[in-house]
C-alpha cells in the first residue's frame, strides 16, 4: 500500500505505534516455554485482570485461541453450536474438524446474533448414537454480519441455560473491546459467564503479533499444554507481550474513533445509488454493504477502488466489506466516500 493509500481491507493491517517499538525495543526477555518471560508474564497476569478472571495466556493467532478452547471445550466426536457466518466455522482452515475432532453445527442468524431459542432446538437429543453437543461459541463482535452485537443479556442468558444443559460456551471476542466500547459496559462484564475468551491483540487495538485466551486456572493450564501440542509455545515472545501491553492499555480508549469513521462512512454510503446497506446497523468498525443494485460485482468494484488508492475486502459477489481502524483518520474517510461514489457512477 502505499503512502497516500487507504487501506480498508482489515484492521489486521495496523502497524504498530511508536510507542511499541520502543516497548519492543526495550523489553525484558526470558524463555516463554519455561515460564521465564517476564514481558509475557506481565501480558497475562494483565489480560486476567482486565477480565477479572484467574488466568490468560498468550498466543501466536486468535485461530489457535479458538482451536485450543474447541479442543478444551470438546471431545472428538462431539458437536460445536455456531453461528453460519462464525469465523471459526468459514474462517479457520475446519481446524475444530481437522485437529481437534469437533463437528460444526452453524445455525444461521440475523445479523449473526443467536438467541438461545435458537440454540436451544439444535442440540443434539442425549442418545448414545447421535453425536452429543458439548460447545457452544458465540462470536462478538460478529465479523461477517457486519461488527453486530450482542446485548449482554442475550449472551448472559444463551451462557446460563447452556450451562444448565451441561455445555460449555466460548466466546470468539476477537473484538470484544470494540463490543465493550459501542456497549458502554466493561470487557470482564461482557465476558464473565462464559468458560473460555479469545481476543485479538492485532486488529483494533494495533499490536503486531498475538491474541490472549482467558479463562480458569485450571483451564488456561490445560490450554498452555494444548498450546505447545500445536506448535504454538514461543520462547522471547516478550518482544511481541511489550506492544501487546501498549495496546491493551492504550487502544481501547481509542476504538470510539474508528466506529464513528465506520458510521459516517456507512451513512454516506445509504445516500449512494447502487449501494444497499442500514446504516443504523453499524455499531462498531465494520462495514458490510451490498452492491447488487449497481450491477457490478464486489471484484470489479474493488479493483477501480485499489486504482483510486483505496483498498477493501469482497466478501460476496456482490457485496464489500470495509474495516475502520486506527491508520485511518477522518481524511482518509472521506476519500473512500468519493472513490466509492466515483467508482458506482463510472460505466466501466
Ligand atoms: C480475525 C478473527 C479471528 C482469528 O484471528 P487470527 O489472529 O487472524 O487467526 C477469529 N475470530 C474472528 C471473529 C476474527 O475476526
Sequence with gaps: MNVAGVDLRSDTVTRPTAAMRRAM???????????????????????????????ALFV??????????IKLGTRPGTEVICEQKAHINQYEMASMAAIAGAFPRPIPAEDGILSWKQIEAEIRPKTYYFSQTALVSLENTHNMAGGTLYPPEV????????HEAGL?????????FNASVALGATVARLARKFDSVMFSLSKGLGAPVGSMVVGSRDFITQARAARKMLGGGMRQAGILAAAAIVALEESPKRLVEDHENARRLAEAMAEMRGVTLDPKKVRTNIVI?????????????CAALAKRGVLASGVGKQSIRMVTHCD?????????????????????
Design 168 to 176: 460449555r460456551v466460548h466466546l470468539d471476542g476477537a473484538r470484544i
Design 155 to 162: 449472551s448472559d442468558e444463551i451462557c446460563d441455560r447452556a
Design 289 to 301: 454493504f451490498g452492491i447488487e443494485r449497481s450491477g457490478k460485482t464486489a471484484a470489479d468494484v
Design 60 to 69: 501466536p493467532s486468535g485461530s489457535m485461541g479458538n482451536l485450543i478452547s
Design 25 to 55: 525495543a526495550e523489553a525484558e526477555v526470558g524463555d516463554d516455554v519455561y515460564g521465564e518471560d517476564p514481558t509475557v508474564n506481565r501480558l497475562e497476569t494483565r489480560a486476567a485482570e482486565l477480565f477479572e478472571r484467574e488466568a
Design 328 to 348: 485511518v483518520d477522518r481524511a482518509g474517510i472521506e476519500r473512500v466516500i468519493a472513490a466509492l461514489s466515483e467508482t458506482l457512477a463510472s460505466r466501466a
